[in-house]
Nanobody, 124 residues
């Protein structure tokens, strides 16, 4: 089983930037997909971005395209989510998750292992 630990959340103002990190351990990761998701109070968990660990291919939710960038550091077993031009509607708990297959999918149910999450709050 993979252990994932998110960090980098915080309280920022609209227009600011944050970089989230997802460090994982527990097995050698040579393929598969890492995803970022978020969940706001009273809402369902939603897809934010995903990256293929082997190829670096990425996919984004329409709501964050052009503002968020997902990247990976294979040597550090870490995935990042650079968030720019943050908006109050980006406020949520952000989770990273892994899946063993290479296809980039948006459904949370397709992911196997999850971190505990990190809070991001954007004030207006």
């Amino acid at each position: 089983q993979v252990q994932l630990v998110e960090s980098g959340g915080g309280l920022v103002q609209a227009g600011d930037s944050l970089r989230l990190s997802c460090a994982f351990s527990g097995r050698t990761f040579s393929r598969g997909t890492i995803g970022w998701f978020r969940q706001a109070p009273g809402k369902e968990r939603e897809f934010v971005a995903a990256i293929n660990w082997r190829t670096g291919n990425t996919d984004y939710a329409d709501s964050v395209k052009g503002r968020f960038t997902i990247s990976r550091d294979n040597a550090k077993n870490t995935v990042y989510l650079q968030m720019n031009s943050l908006k109050p509607e980006d406020t949520a708990i952000y989770y990273c998750a892994t899946r063993s297959l290479d296809s980039l999918v948006m459904a949370p149910s397709a992911y196997d292992d999850w971190g505990q999450g990190t809070q991001v709050t954007v004030s207006s």
